[in-house]
């Protein structure tokens, strides 16, 4: 299957999301889609998957004109598409959700039904590892991921559009997608992989079509260009970061006591947490997905209630078993998923800036003022499009990292809290984030990171702890962190040794 | 938090008023040999002279009210049907009031009921509020079920011990002294009842509140999102008492007044569905107070008719329940159809 892209443009208000972009992908490659935040590769992908309908421009298969008026067209074309926000039921079990998304699912859907374990026969194939009994709540998100990909091949995609897929993976969950997707392009499958990481184009892409502003820069094959190439051609010449400066900090007095903190929520449990943070010290906390990352942060930050210990700043107790207090104006909280957890999705941008200071906005609030007070935060955190009056959940994955990040550290706060928060960000974006998180520290905040990459966490962070079934098993100063070695922690296989 | 185009506020209300004509001319033509006539006989009956627009006033007055006691929660998420129970409790507890105080003068007595009736119109608001808030209790369920509980209270006091003996057996209380009487004035042969007035004050003012205050934005972003919400500090448990005990108030208030200025007593049937009637004429104004002003007016003026269908068409009462459910079809259906061809 042959399918061409002509002259697609797409508009959003007064932002060119797509600009007369001309795309072939082959039968049997994959096409790494590279680009930063907001260069328009999902929506020119959602185009193609009949998401949205393009303003001009027309979609190619085989040679004939097709117009794609909804997913379900493009899925009897044989286009299907994962998405980083996954459709899946959580109280079902992965044979449940593939036969739900099965469209010659039986009616009565007994376990020994032959129909109902053909819809199996690809999770075998691609993802052999998979419990088909077990609850997609019980899975990884990796494995989520892989649940997600099988529903798609179940209807017979020959194309698959990936989008973003390893800004949610740990890197050995990355590893296994890029042989995932070489092992469909040997089947003779079309792979589109979204991405804005060159590791993804050099790991797994056959060609790579580099997206910046809207507008197709260029197409290569992917062996022919290096990183620094790539580079220069995703973000337009002469882009650099800022160096990221990091301090020691100046004391060693411990501000930031979490003291034998223990929570639970749902399935996860976080137990005996102790961490001692000094005023300026950045403290990574690595860790696979799903071993209470997320419950720590919300438990420091406030957001869920202990069970036992105490969360103690400056001196003060700020949670305890007893009480806690949701945003104190001292904490910053970048929580992960921030679309569900810190903004409201249908409310304006401007809205959600406002919300960590709400209580001094005038109970008739002046919204001239509040938008223009908006408008600089968004120039100044670089949210794209810089739209004030834009519902946020219109906002692609990092912008809205960077929305909150707006709100959250646009203010000195003397405790940082941080989860995950470049997931979703290009290189660029990432480095902003950094600079404005690690400008906390410099002015004397405690910084609580938690991050899967190990790389970035040994690069910044003072001393680094390692959460493995919600325990912090072990705490090593960044000087002797060795990358193997906190590995090994991080899979519980230094515990199970010693 | 995109507002609905100029054309589409206009066009709207006027497809969806002709439709209604039209639909509810076919269902005259069904039972009546001249359809035209006794629309215009129903227009007639709600609008057509002073009388019959004071009638129609008097109709409207509850509906206007039990719809803000239903538009309000709807602003934080809350879906209520609590209205009618709250009508019937506010009437109960500031017919307490009265009876208490049967020969005080009005000052004495006028703030004593109405205090009393937006006191107990409040309990049994904030009940259900404090159950959702606390215990995640569904508060659509739980405003049915007080509803049940508020009318056979009323049934039973009005029965039994509040009953007035000299009824004989007509369960009714005492008639309410004349200082229980909330003043009315009448203009160009209407008479307008100040709980009218009181009403479209309410209205107006939550609508202020609600479009323009913080506080307003603050039930926005409790339906968008609580965690957002407490982000921003803004507490759920409290609003959400607070705003069903306001809901319950409003409600409470038409109950109070169905007893003082209606009915001059409290007996069984202070309300025909007054409290099912503003839950419709609420989510048909999108939640917007000041469109419930109009539209329960509307409804008003429909259950007003019932009287002159009666007379001239020989229709049963009920028709205007079916009219009723005619006009709010017709309204549904061309928002529904307006909304499928935008998308």
């Known amino acids: 299957m042959l399918v061409a892209l002509k002259g697609i443009h797409k508009r959003f208000g007064s932002v060119h999301a797509n600009r007369d972009v001309h795309l072939q992908i082959g039968a049997g490659e994959v096409l790494a889609l590279l680009g930063e935040n907001g260069a328009g590769k999902s929506t020119l992908m959602k185009i193609l998957y009949g998401f949205y309908a393009p303003d001009a421009g027309e979609i190619l298969i085989d040679g004939v004109p097709v117009r794609m008026d909804s997913p379900r067209t493009a899925m009897s074309r044989g286009i299907g598409m994962v998405f980083q926000h996954f459709s899946l039921v959580r109280e ?38 998979i419990d088909p009994d077990a609850l997609v709540s019980q899975l990884s998100v990796g494995e989520q991921q892989q649940v997600e990909l099988v529903k798609v091949l179940n209807v017979d995609a020959r194309l698959v559009i990936l989008d973003e897929p390893t800004s949610v993976l740990t890197p050995p969950e990355a590893e296994r997608l890029w042989a995932l997707v070489r092992k469909l392009a040997e089947a003779g499958h079309s792979v589109v992989f979204i991405t804005h990481k060159l590791e993804d184009v050099m790991a797994c892409a056959d060609r790579v079509a580099i997206m910046r502003a809207g507008a197709l820069v260029d197409v290569r094959d992917a062996n022919r260009l290096n990183e620094q190439q790539l580079v220069e051609l995703m973000m337009g010449a002469g882009a650099h970061s800022a160096a990221i400066e990091v301090d020691a900090p100046a004391s060693a007095v411990a501000r930031l006591l979490v003291a034998a903190v223990s929570a639970t ?64 104006p001292r904490i910053g909280y970048i929580p992960e998923n921030p679309l569900r957890n810190a903004v409201a999705a249908d409310l304006s941008n401007y809205i959600n800036l406002l919300l960590r200071r709400y209580s001094e906005v005038a109970f008739f609030p002046r919204w001239e003022r509040e938008k223009t007070a908006a408008r600089a935060l968004i120039k100044r955190f670089d949210v794209r499009p810089p739209l004030a009056e834009l519902s946020s959940g219109a906002l692609s994955g990092g912008n809205l990292q960077k929305l909150v990040i707006a709100r959250e550290l646009s203010r000195p706060r003397e405790l940082v809290v941080a989860c995950y928060p470049t997931m979703g960000l290009d290189v660029h974006a990432a480095a902003a984030v950094y600079q404005h998180l690690f400008a906390q520290a410099r002015a004397g905040a405690c910084v609580l990171w938690i991050s899967e990459d190990l790389d970035d966490l040994m690069r910044y962070a003072h001393r680094i702890a390692v959460l493995y079934h919600g325990r912090i098993v072990v705490t090593v100063d960044h000087r002797d962190a060795d990358r193997h070695v906190l590995g090994r922690w991080m899979t519980g296989a230094a515990a199970a040794a010693a | 938090m995109t507002e609905p185009s100029v054309l589409r506020r206009y066009t709207v209300p006027l497809a969806a008023g002709v439709l209604f004509v039209a639909v509810a001319l076919a269902f005259f033509a069904l039972n009546a040999p001249a359809p035209f006539a006794v629309f215009g006989a129903m227009v007639q009956g709600a609008y057509g002279d002073g009388f019959a627009l004071s009638i129609s006033l008097v ?110 057996g007509w369960p009714a209380t005492v008639s309410f002294p004349a200082a229980a009487v909330f003043p009315a004035f009448t203009v160009h042969g209407t008479t307008v009842h100040a709980e009218f007035l009181v009403a479209c004050a309410a209205a107006a003012a939550l609508h202020g509140l609600v479009s323009r205050s913080r506080w307003g934005l603050s039930l926005t972003l409790l339906r968008s999102n609580r965690r957002a919400a407490s982000i921003a500090g803004v507490n759920y448990a409290r609003n959400a008492v607070a705003v069903m005990a306001i809901a319950g108030m409003l409600a409470g208030f038409a109950g109070i007044m169905q007893a003082a200025d209606v009915q001059g007593r409290l007996q069984p049937d202070i309300s025909v569905g007054y409290g099912l009637s503003g839950f419709l004429v609420a989510w048909l104004a999108g939640q917007n107070f000041l469109r419930i002003i109009p539209l329960s007016l509307l409804m008003g003026g429909l259950t007003a008719s019932a009287d002159a269908l009666q007379l001239f068409a020989q229709l049963p009462f009920a028709s205007t329940v079916v009219l009723q459910g005619l006009l709010f079809g017709s309204v549904l259906a061309l928002n529904g159809w307006l909304r499928r061809s935008k998308a």
Not at chain 2, 148 to 161: M, N, Q, S, T
Request: proline content about 5%; glycine content about 10%.
């Open chain 1, 92 to 129: 079902l079990s992965v044979r449940e959700n593939l036969l739900l998304a099965y469209p010659h699912s039986p009616w009565w859907q007994g376990r020994a039904h032959a129909r109902a374990n053909r819809v199996l026969r690809r999770l075998r194939e691609f993802a052999p590892d």
């Open chain 1, 265 to 328: 929520r749902d399935v996860m449990h976080i137990e005996d947490i102790n961490l001692e943070l000094a005023a300026g010290e950045i403290l990574g906390i690595a860790g696979v997905a799903g071993n209470g990352q997320a419950l720590l942060a919300d438990a420091v930050a406030g957001f869920a209630p202990l069970t036992a210990g105490e969360v103690i700043l400056a001196g003060n107790v700020l949670h305890s078993a007893e009480r806690s207090i949701a945003h104190d």
């Open chain 2, 59 to 168: 109709k409207a007055t509850p509906i206007l009210l039990c719809a803000l006691s239903v538009a309000l929660p709807a602003r934080m998420g809350l879906i209520t049907v609590g209205a009618e129970g709250q009508l019937y409790f506010g009437a109960l507890t500031g017919t307490g009031a009265v009876l208490g105080l049967l020969h005080a003068p009005a000052w004495e007595l006028l703030p004593a009921m109405l205090g009393a009736a937006l006191a107990g119109g409040a309990l049994w608001g904030a009940v259900p509020g404090l159950l959702r808030a606390r215990l995640s209790v569904n508060e659509t369920i739980v405003t049915i079920l007080l509803n049940y509980v508020a009318i056979r209270l009323v049934d039973f006091v009005v029965y039994g011990p509040w009953k007035n003996a000299a009824n004989l």
